[in-house]
């Protein structure tokens, strides 16, 4: 199948790389079906992209590779909505804000994306009771990964 992207023109996909996102993310309710595609060649950066809607795609980075002690647990309604069996199975991914310098760039820690990579299942969970926010910067004052 082919699909427009925002980031990467026309390309082809696979129906079964498509993640089921049941309830939609935050703001974009109707929005079901993503792909995950590589950004960066090193994989550090990728686009959740809509299948429905060409425009619609966020850059997604692994927030442990920027922030190792980035913690939170899973409350049961998300591991229902996810039907996670094995934390093996749990990819987790914030959305970046992209800046200008791309070292001012943050990450929304306190909504993860959360997927389960055996069953295709996503959902963006908001974490309640935490210090996260929405704009944790991804880097360090003069360091750049």
């Known amino acids: 199948m082919k699909i427009k992207t925002k980031y990467h023109g026309l390309i082809d996909y696979n129906q079964e790389d498509v993640f089921q996102f049941p309830n939609g993310i935050p703001g974009f309710m109707e929005e079901k079906e993503f792909l995950i595609i590589p950004f960066s060649e ?17 850059v997604l980075t692994n927030p442990f590779s920027f922030n190792p002690q980035y913690d939170f647990n899973l409350e049961e309604q998300a591991v229902e909505t996810l039907d996670l069996e094995s934390e093996k199975d749990v990819l987790v991914y914030s959305i970046l804000t992209i800046a200008e310098p791309f070292q001012n760039t943050t990450a929304n820690l306190q909504a993860p994306i959360i997927l389960n990579s055996k069953k295709n299942l996503g959902k963006q969970v908001i974490l309640t009771g935490t210090s996260y926010q929405t704009k944790h910067k991804l880097f360090s004052e003069g360091v750049v990964k």
């Open 42 to 58: 090193d994989r550090t950066f990728l686009i959740l992209q809509s299948t429905k809607t060409p425009e619609l795609g966020f």
